[in-house]
């Protein structure tokens, strides 16, 4: 058998398409190892969202290139974003391969390796093909992602993901829930449901009897389906576009237990004219208006954001109104970067842009607001039980890190396996990014 080695760069959707791609190789006859010295084929399964991404992967490329390598497979959002440009930069790359069709990946490096073709590149967009054509999963985890939305028809000025990904796809509601039986028979306790735009999701309603016509299901109406899957522990659901968001979907984290009591809403600034220049049809007060809702409605939720700083033409004043925001929800968990422009878009070439020197500034007032509201929430559930899923290991002898249903890393000391195990820790102390307890009953 040929092997393979394959690295993966970036979001929860990179995370789940290598593992289906991992999937496609095995089902095909190639072996994974997890040496690149070892591999006939090295995979670079990239995102382009973050700046640099290019770069890092032809460093990476040069670095674990050997003299076992036959083929070379780019794919991804990089794949998709730079095409014949990979090929250019680098003669040792053969394949490149978009986000929509790596279920084609096990042919084409069949013909490489055959030497019917040197080169091979493919970035057509047809979600449909690639979801019909995977076959099941090999390897079952604890936790496991589920795609149900692919795309994106919001055309943020910042973002790729319209041009990598393509427009709004949903997958049909049967095979979502049919992957994830699949996934909880073999042994997943925790599912997260993942999309560019999760809460936009609208996929064919499976068809049931002559009472209940075809027709399309919403978010709300397909986590209440998955949460009554036998063998589920915890669900959630990651990224949402605060426009999106409904008051059934509220309510539904208000009445569903299975369910996280965690949002992750984007907001990315807090000031209207770079919202607007930004595209995301939503102002400030309105997504304020929206969270104070949602506490209203489900008391016990909490959030978290991304933030982008420095956007082009921001001025001090308007990234001030960021800070304010963030001042105000007090988000348990946020992501904040420095805007980098991307190829393609609208804001890469406005006028305007600012110094890497001013956005590095900026990120460190943002960062500084967040760490100190992150830090306050760890601190508030010192004496409080939380429901543990356990992942790893952790540095120290008989030490194991899991999430709970917030997302922050609980650590406690346990000289049994936790791993894959929930657990109910009583929190004794908290940190900047982390929170450690003691099991209750051990």
């Known amino acids: 058998m040929n092997t393979f080695f394959i690295e993966i760069y970036g979001?929860?959707?990179?995370?789940?398409?290598?593992k289906r791609l991992i999937d496609s190789l095995l089902f095909s006859g190639f072996e994974r190892v997890f040496t690149s010295s070892e591999a006939e084929i090295l995979i670079f399964y990239t995102c382009n969202i973050r700046e640099k991404a290019s770069q890092k992967l032809f460093s990476q490329i040069g670095l674990l290139k050997s003299k076992r390598t036959k083929v070379i497979c780019v794919g991804g959002c990089v794949?998709?974003?730079?095409?014949?440009?990979?090929?250019?930069?680098?003669?040792?790359?053969?394949?490149?391969?978009?986000?929509q069709v790596f279920h084609k990946l096990p042919g084409y490096i069949k013909s490489v390796l055959n030497n019917d073709t040197k080169r091979i590149i493919d970035t057509s967009l047809t979600q449909t093909e690639k979801f019909d054509c995977l076959p099941k999963r090999k390897n079952v985890s604890f936790s496991e992602f589920v795609t149900i939305q692919e795309g994106c028809d919001n055309f943020c000025t910042y973002c790729v993901v319209p041009y990598t990904r393509g427009r709004e796809y949903s997958r049909p509601a049967k095979d979502i829930i049919d992957e994830t039986k699949w996934l909880l028979k073999n042994g997943a306790k925790e599912i997260t449901l993942i999309g560019q735009n999760v809460n936009s999701y609208h996929g064919d309603a499976p068809y049931i009897n002559i009472n209940q016509p075809r027709g399309t299901w919403r978010l709300e109406r397909l986590i209440q389906e998955i949460s009554s899957l036998d063998g589920l522990k915890r669900l959630r659901y990651t990224t949402s576009h605060p426009k999106d968001f409904t008051k059934e979907l509220m309510e539904v984290h208000s009445s569903n237990n299975i369910l996280a009591p965690f949002a992750h809403i984007p907001v990315q600034s807090g000031n209207d004219r770079i919202l607007r220049i930004m595209n995301r049809g939503h102002t400030a007060n309105k997504y304020l208006d929206k969270l104070k809702r949602f506490k209203d409605i489900c008391p016990s939720i909490q959030f978290s954001s991304d933030f982008i700083v420095g956007f082009p033409t921001e001025t001090e004043e308007e990234f001030e109104d960021t800070l304010k925001l963030a001042e105000e929800v007090k988000y348990t968990l946020s992501y904040s970067f420095k805007y980098s422009p991307r190829s393609n878009t609208p804001a890469a070439v406005m006028k305007g842009q600012i110094s890497?020197?001013?956005?590095?500034?900026?990120?460190?007032?943002?960062?500084?607001?967040?760490?100190k509201d992150q830090i306050y929430y760890n601190n508030s559930l010192i004496g409080k039980t939380q429901s543990v899923l356990f992942e790893k290991r952790g540095k120290k002898e008989n030490q194991y890190i899991g999430k709970n249903v917030y997302l922050q890393s609980v650590v406690v000391e346990s000289k049994d396996n936790l791993i894959g195990k929930f657990k109910?820790?009583?929190?004794?102390?908290a940190a900047e990014n982390s929170v450690c307890g003691e099991i209750i009953g051990e």
């Open 11 to 18: 979001c929860q959707m990179n995370t789940y398409d290598s």
């Open 79 to 99: 794949a998709q974003a730079e095409k014949e440009n990979i090929f250019k930069i680098s003669k040792n790359v053969n394949i490149i391969f978009g986000p």
């Open 424 to 429: 109910e820790v009583k929190i004794t102390s």
């Open 356 to 371: 890497e020197k001013e956005k590095g500034i900026r990120l460190k007032m943002l960062q500084d607001v967040l760490i």
